[in-house]
Nanobody, 124 residues
Framework: QVQLVESGGGLVQAGGSLRLSCAASGPPFSNYAMGWFRQAPGKEREFVAAITWRGDSTYYADSVKGRFTITKDNRKNTVYLQMNSLEPEDTAVYYC?????????????????WGQGTQVTVSS
């Protein structure tokens, strides 16, 4: 069973940047496609970004396209989310997730394993 631990969240001013990391342990990380989701207070969890098992294809929510970048380092068993030009609307708990398929997943029901989340707060 894959275990996921996120880190890198924090408080940042609007326009700033953060890089989230998600370290995986358990079965070979390279076999899994990965995703990032977020949940703001009072809202449902929403898709942010996804990447294939080899890291050769990515997909983003429209709200973060051009600002966020997802990458995957199979040697380090880690997936990253580089977040630039942050906006107050990006404030949420961010979760990484792994799925036992190699292709992109855009819905939370497609993922099998979840981290505990890391808080990102963007001040105006």
């Amino acid at each position: 069973q894959v275990q996921l631990v996120e880190s890198g969240g924090g408080l940042v001013q609007a326009g700033g940047s953060l890089r989230l990391s998600c370290a995986a342990s358990g079965p070979p990380f390279s076999n899994y496609a990965m995703g990032w989701f977020r949940q703001a207070p009072g809202k449902e969890r929403e898709f942010v970004a996804a990447i294939t098992w080899r890291g050769d294809s990515t997909y983003y929510a429209d709200s973060v396209k051009g600002r966020f970048t997802i990458t995957k380092d199979n040697r380090k068993n880690t997936v990253y989310l580089q977040m630039n030009s942050l906006e107050p609307e990006d404030t949420a708990v961010y979760y990484c997730a792994a799925r036992e398929w190699r292709t992109l997943g855009r819905f939370d029901g497609e993922y099998d394993y979840w981290g505990q989340g890391t808080q990102v707060t963007v001040s105006s």
